[in-house]
């Protein structure tokens, strides 16, 4: 069975502060997409990383898809409330099929 | 507006009572899916659908059914709710399910079956 472990599963920190949440595994994904899923909604797509390397940047948000593309990250600088959510990740595996990590949870403190 | 729908948001229900779940979506998407999410375990995928009158199983499709006679809707019932199906409901779609396009998401159904 194909796993996405995602870390931390929760994090809660002040505003102002950096912090980085990871996506592991030990499989290939064709693709990896990252969304953040706030309360009484949905799950929204922030970014899909393609390319082993890749590095896409969201504003505060940066993504980085690793060189053998089995991981990710996630960094956040100067965390403001706003973006307090459920941070998941998913990877495009060979199958075509969409493997979810568990997801972290994120809380900013004003 | 795009977006994808599911009715009820909420549903409270007694073991053994039949349900549906409606989900539709407006962008023409040929991919549908029907996801859980429970605490720690992530969203797992109940069914999906390719397209129309083309349905599949995901990783935990016991004790649920699906259809797709339209493109736009893709309901999921559950014909005898059992408590161990109480959880948060999510239906997506997307213009395919093989690349890196981007999933829709409804607003999610809680369903607690007592």
């Known amino acids: 069975t194909q796993l996405l472990e995602q870390s931390p599963q929760f994090l809660s920190i002040q505003e102002g502060e950096n912090l980085t949440v990871y996506c592991n595994s030990s499989?290939?994904?064709?693709?990896l997409q990252w969304y953040r899923q706030e309360p009484g909604e949905g799950p929204v797509l922030l970014v899909t990383v393609v390319t082993g390397g890749e590095v896409k940047k969201l504003k505060r948000l940066t993504f980085q898809f690793g060189d053998a593309r089995k991981d990710s990250s996630l960094h956040i600088t100067a965390a403001q409330p706003g973006d307090t959510g459920l941070y998941l990740c998913?990877?495009?595996?060979?199958?075509?099929?969409?493997?979810w990590g568990a997801g972290t949870k994120l809380i900013i403190k004003p | 507006e795009a977006q994808v729908t599911q009715n009820p948001r909420y549903l409270i229900t007694v073991t053994g009572k039949k349900l549906t779940v409606t989900c539709s979506q407006n962008m023409n998407h040929e991919y549908m899916s029907w996801y859980r999410q429970d605490p720690g375990l992530g969203l797992r995928q109940i069914y999906y659908?390719?397209?129309?009158?083309?349905?599949d199983k995901g990783d935990v499709p016991e004790g649920y059914k699906v259809s797709r006679k339209e493109k736009r809707n893709f309901p999921l019932i559950l014909e005898s709710p059992s408590p161990n199906q109480t959880s948060l409901y999510f239906c997506?779609?997307?213009?395919?399910?093989?690349?890196?396009?981007?999933?829709?998401f409804g607003p999610g159904t809680r369903l607690l079956v007592l």
């Open positions: 659908s390719m397209n129309v009158e083309v349905t």
């Open positions: 499989s290939v994904f064709s693709s």
């Open positions: 997506a779609s997307s213009s395919s399910g093989t690349g890196g396009e981007t999933q829709y």
């Open positions: 998913a990877g495009r595996n060979s199958n075509y099929q969409l493997i």
